[in-house]
């Protein structure tokens, strides 16, 4: 993972910033009960995402592991809310304290152990009837757009990337193991998130991911690929993520 810390002073004017920010809180907002109280936004990062769910009515309390992005976090949810430091395995939150728990780009960048304790820490502090709100199949969003970076990236992972952690089935699966049952989806577009053909292989040859692991000879050869596209400066369209829902039994 990423060290969060180094990231945050870069961090929203390289995913998309407000932009992006809207469109992902309005699929949370799309899933997320009218009269939702209190909201915790786990990995809630800089805050970017969390102070758009807020309202007159609902405090949203923000918990992250990086100190440099809880920084910018805490700021943006003052006043009725607040911003601590916290492990979504360990939440520093009372069992049933809150309605909703979100989880917007956490689940793909850790591992499936973590995956199934933070969604067993969000049934534990929801009360009962309250919704877990997570992104899925995050990365493939990347790649599943019909363009020519698509179809070579989404060819590579599937020869070359381990199973990804937050695939959709595989959540299903752990929520309902803890009595949250699947409740709807949403779509949201990851605006400033498309990427040049150029910047798929700098990235690939700076062993970002998955890439780490795979033969270097495999991987040349994906880039030159990747580098023998047209318009290699030109950005390919900004993906589509999917948020999902899930309540707790309860009523
Ligand atoms: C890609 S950022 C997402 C931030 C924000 N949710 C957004 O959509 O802009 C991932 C965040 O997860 C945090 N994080 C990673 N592992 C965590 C954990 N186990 N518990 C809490 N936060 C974690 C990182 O510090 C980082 O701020």
Redo the contacts with the bound molecule.
């Keep these: ?2 060290d ?2 180094l ?2 002073a870069r ?2 004017q390289t ?1 998309g910033g407000v932009e ?2 809207r469109a ?1 809180a309005d699929a949370v907002l799309e899933l997320v009960p009218k009269d939702c109280a209190v909201l915790l ?10 102070e758009l769910l807020r309202t007159p009515d609902r405090t949203v309390i923000g ?4 100190a440099g ?1 809880l920084a910018l976090a805490r700021p943006r949810l003052g006043g009725t809310g607040r911003a601590v430091r ?4 360990r939440l520093p939150l009372a069992s049933g304290a809150v309605d909703a728990v ?5 689940l793909h ?2 591992d499936e152990a ?1 995956v199934a304790a ?1 969604v067993a820490e969000a049934a534990r502090v929801l009360r009962p009837g309250g919704v877990m709100v997570t ?1 899925v199949d995050k990365d493939s969003a990347q790649f599943g757009m019909n363009t020519d970076v698509g179809a070579i990236m989404r060819a590579a992972r599937q020869e070359l990337a381990p199973p990804a952690s937050d695939q959709a089935e595989r959540v299903r699966e752990l929520a309902a193991a803890v009595g949250l049952e699947a409740a709807g989806t949403a779509r949201y577009v990851g605006h400033g998130q498309g990427q040049t053909p150029k910047a798929w292989a700098r990235r690939l040859r700076e062993q970002a991911g998955w890439a780490r692991r795979a033969d270097p000879a495999r991987i040349a050869e994906i880039c030159r690929a990747l580098e023998a596209l047209p318009e290699q400066d030109v950005r390919r369209p900004d993906p589509e993520y999917v948020v999902a829902s899930f309540r707790l039994d309860g009523h």
């Design positions: 993972m990423l969060y810390d990231e945050a961090y929203d995913r992006r920010a992902a936004d786990v990995a809630c990062g800089t805050g970017i995402v969390s918990v992250d592991m990086a992005m916290g492990d979504a395995t979100t989880f917007m780009w956490l960048l850790v973590v933070a992104t």
